[in-house]
């Protein structure tokens, strides 16, 4: 099967920088999305790693390492709209649909 | 501008009633997919549709039915056999499958009582 382990919680200063970690296990592995959701809002799409290395999208980034099942993602001058929850997430076996994980809660405090 | 939109926002029924939740997007997309979130909860896949006429089980599917007659429209109906429909409805499309960015809409709450 497929599982998706990411941290429940994390906490964080304003303008701090914060890592949020995603190992899986997959067969038939694609590539590693994430996305944000607010509370009670849709998800958003913010990045798609498909192959090893770092990709930057002005604040946040993604890293992906193939070979230890395991990506993060990054979040740079963190601010107060930054508080949300992440969810990393690999395509399913059906090869159409995603697998998300149960997401990761992120606080950014004053 | 293009989108989807689900409807309602918040929606309440009484326990054995089946009730239709809709979603519509005009992205042109071919896939579309229904998932359901409970509290602190990730999203689970309940089904999804390639193209028209054409879908397929999620990993929660028991207890829901989809029809894609068209390809802008993708309603799932929450029948009386789920056994704890309360939850957060997410309606999302794509362009192709699972490599593709995911556009999800406003998602509909569903109290069962």
């Known amino acids: 099967g497929q599982s998706l382990e990411q941290p429940s919680e994390v906490t964080a200063v304003e303008g701090a920088i914060v890592q949020i970690n995603c190992t899986y296990q997959?067969?038939?592995?694609?590539?590693l999305s994430w996305y944000q959701q607010h509370d009670g809002g849709a998800p958003t799409f913010l990045s798609y790693?498909?192959?090893?290395g770092l990709e930057e999208t002005g604040r946040f980034s993604s890293f992906l390492s193939r070979s230890d099942s395991y990506g993060y993602l990054l979040l740079q001058e963190l601010q107060m709209k930054d508080s949300a929850s992440y969810f990393c997430?690999?395509?399913?076996?059906?090869?159409?649909?995603?697998?998300f994980g149960k997401g990761t809660s992120l606080l950014v405090t004053p | 501008d293009g989108g989807i939109t689900q409807s309602p926002k918040y929606l309440f029924r009484k326990e054995g009633q089946n009730v239709t939740l809709s979603c519509e997007q005009n992205?042109?997309?071919?896939?579309m997919y229904w998932y359901r979130q409970d509290p602190g909860q990730g999203l689970r896949l309940i089904y999804y549709?390639?193209?028209?006429?054409?879908?397929q089980k999620g990993d929660i599917a028991e207890g829901y039915s989809v029809s894609r007659e068209k390809k802008e429209s993708f309603p799932l109906t929450v029948t009386s056999a789920q056994k704890n429909p309360t939850a957060f409805y997410l309606c999302?499309?794509?362009?192709?499958?699972?490599?593709?960015?995911?556009?999800f809409g406003p998602g509909t709450r569903l109290t069962v009582t």
């Open positions: 999302a499309s794509s362009t192709r499958g699972g490599r593709d960015e995911q556009y």
């Open positions: 997959t067969s038939g592995f694609y590539g």
């Open positions: 790693n498909a192959l090893d």
């Open positions: 997430a690999v395509m399913a076996n059906s090869g159409y649909a995603l697998n």
């Open positions: 992205l042109n997309h071919d896939a």
């Open positions: 549709s390639q193209i028209v006429n054409d879908f």
